[in-house]
């Protein structure tokens, strides 16, 4: 096995090695197309991501209503419809199947099928998260709300759901680093990613072992900044006297 | 703490990474299998009919066939039979397999060029293989400059992706390229409609037509992009086994035997649903026939 790290030099196109590695013009370097293709990963999982939080939040919410027998059904199915399937069959279900039931769905950008697969698959699982936030809060909080006159809608927004947030943070960190990393998937329906630049640079250069551990320094790079942004938030959003919140693990 | 945990990390990953560096293979197979007795050939799960599964764990095709010419004759040559055992390979771990030592013969359907020469050595080509474009048959198009702004499926880890990037930077022609993760991904992308055209191997678009609901609904058409030749990979600088194997194919190609091997896989019915591909041999296989020699991609393209 040797290393050619200058591989990363050279232009994808007519193999040259390009000086100061990265092309001008028409010349692409296989630098050039990991950094674009880091990109692409981080849009998807930033988008992904996004989607996830919004939806994943009012699903939860949905599941813990006291009086609105409806709005938990509908969050139970879609929780159960969402995790029970894998994510690369949801993948294939939104590129291939839905779009055979509903042509206009044959014009979506693959880029924008994938963010919403892995942002609805997502969901389900920040949902139940949320759930459990809402749930482990002590059961006086939302008489406290309803005592002082709130609606159901104010007591979610100014009593429940600021705590049971804070509660959820460390495992919706897991949650957003796990993005990034399913992300992968995205290859699969020609979204010019990480792990599709991996697999089709190492075809091209002979070199699969230096492209996957390049991409692999990428993905944990990634997944590293994103736990890093969120201690931020969870330290930022820290009540002092908060038990459950906070850098305060141990609960001492 | 956190600088020891960080130092333990370092050290696990450069232990790991150690043995890769080191790669003191013996590249002498014959004494090898000899020793062992047992020869491993690298084959695919589908490459069209040069090296395919029937299922349980039975291999065939064109090429396989081929090698299993080649392993008669090392038997004859180290005095002695070998138990021939079939390790399915894929795009991706064929090389590293071939190196260390994993496969002893990989007979697929591997673009034989010089980027992997530097790593492997080819047996002399028996078979040229043509990159070609499959589209609907009612879609209209008969030649690449229809493709224009139009949907172009590939599958990813194949020549063809690079292929099609040299082809548009040459002629400024422009595709919207998408890329299936394996063939039938590809041909599906065509099939749903997502893609105008699919461009790969002749003969794998064909298999992937040929075994499509209605093969009548597709057709192969406008100029070859590019000629292949697809060769039978060995380690590097293993002489003799190449020098066996480059001689059953000369004897076979002399012969005509070679031309009756490549009309059983490629004209004939064939197993498992017993269809014909009907791909007749071109004049660049016959011209590799002809004139034995392993050259790489890169050479077939200076002349």
């Known amino acids: 096995m040797n290393w050619d790290w200058q591989i990363f030099c050279k232009e994808t196109t007519t193999g040259d090695q390009i000086m100061g590695c990265f092309g001008k013009g028409q010349d692409v370097t296989y630098l050039d197309w990991i950094l674009s293709a880091w990109g692409q990963t981080l849009v998807v999982s930033a988008c992904a991501l996004v989607v996830a939080l919004m939806v994943g939040l009012v699903i939860g919410t949905f599941r813990t209503l006291p009086q609105s027998p409806w709005l938990v059904r509908i969050g139970n199915a879609w929780v159960e419809l969402f995790r029970n399937i894998p994510l690369l069959v949801q993948i294939f279900l939104w590129y291939f199947v839905l779009p055979a039931i509903f042509p206009a769905l044959q014009q979506v950008p693959s880029m924008i099928l994938v963010i919403f697969a892995l942002g609805f698959f997502t969901s389900a699982r920040v949902a139940e998260q949320v759930r459990a936030g809402i749930q482990a809060l002590p059961r006086g909080q939302r008489y406290a709300g309803m005592a002082v006159g709130f609606t159901t809608a104010q007591t979610y927004r100014f009593v429940l759901l600021p705590m049971a947030l804070r509660i959820v943070i460390p495992p919706l960190t897991s949650e957003s680093m796990n993005i990034v990393k399913n992300s992968s998937v995205a290859f699969a329906v020609s979204i010019a990613e990480l792990t599709f630049f991996a697999r089709q640079s190492g075809e091209e250069t002979g070199q699969p072992v230096l492209m996957y551990l390049a991409v692999s320094v990428l993905y944990a790079v990634s997944a590293f900044g994103i736990n890093r942004v969120m201690a931020w938030v969870e330290n930022r959003t820290r009540v002092p006297g908060f038990v459950a919140a906070g850098g305060m693990g141990g609960g001492h | 703490m956190k600088k020891h945990l960080l130092a333990i990390a370092a050290v696990t990953v450069v232990g790991a990474l150690l043995p890769l560096t080191s790669s003191a293979q013996t590249t002498d197979t014959l004494a090898k299998v000899k020793a062992s007795g047992a020869i491993t050939m690298g084959v695919r799960e589908s490459s069209g009919a040069l090296s395919y599964t029937l299922g349980e764990g039975k291999y065939v095709g064109y090429h396989v066939e081929l090698c299993q010419r080649i392993i008669t004759d090392i038997e004859k040559s180290i005095g002695k039979k070998l138990e021939v055992k079939y390790q399915p390979v894929t795009s991706q771990n064929r090389i590293p397999l071939v190196q260390n030592g994993t496969i002893d013969i990989e007979c697929g359907s591997t673009t034989n060029n010089a980027t992997r020469q530097k790593d492997v050595s080819f047996l002399v080509t028996a078979y040229m293989e043509q990159v070609r474009i499959a589209v609907?048959?009612?879609?209209?198009?008969?030649?690449?400059?229809?493709?224009?702004g139009k949907n172009v499926a590939t599958t990813t880890g194949t020549t063809s992706v690079q292929l099609l990037r040299k082809h548009e930077r040459a002629t400024g022609v422009d595709f919207k390229e998408i890329f299936g993760k394996d063939h039938a991904d590809?041909?599906?992308?065509?099939?749903?409609?997502?893609?105008?055209?699919?461009?790969m191997d002749g003969?794998?678009?064909?298999?992937?037509?040929?075994?499509?609901?209605?093969?009548?609904?597709?057709?192969?058409?406008?100029?070859?992009?590019?000629?292949e030749p697809i060769g039978i990979m060995v380690r590097k600088d293993d002489a003799a086994l190449k020098k066996i194997g480059d001689a059953t194919i000369a004897a076979l190609a002399k012969s005509g035997e070679l031309n009756k091997l490549y009309d059983k896989w490629f004209l004939q019915a064939i197993p498992p649903k017993n269809v014909k591909l009907d791909l007749p041999a071109t004049a660049e296989t016959k011209?590799?026939?002809?004139?034995?020699?392993?050259?790489?991609l890169e050479d077939y393209a200076k002349k």
Do not use: C, H, Y
Request: net charge neutral; glycine share 6%; proline share 3%.
């Open chain 2, 136 to 148: 609907k048959a009612n879609s209209g198009i008969t030649k690449i400059e229809q493709l224009t």
């Open chain 2, 186 to 199: 590809s041909f599906l992308l065509l099939d749903s409609g997502r893609a105008d055209a699919f461009v």
């Open chain 2, 203 to 227: 003969s794998i678009l064909i298999g992937n037509i040929m075994n499509s609901k209605n093969p009548a609904d597709f057709k192969i058409v406008g100029e070859v992009l590019s000629n």
């Open chain 2, 287 to 296: 011209a590799a026939w002809a004139t034995l020699s392993d050259k790489p």
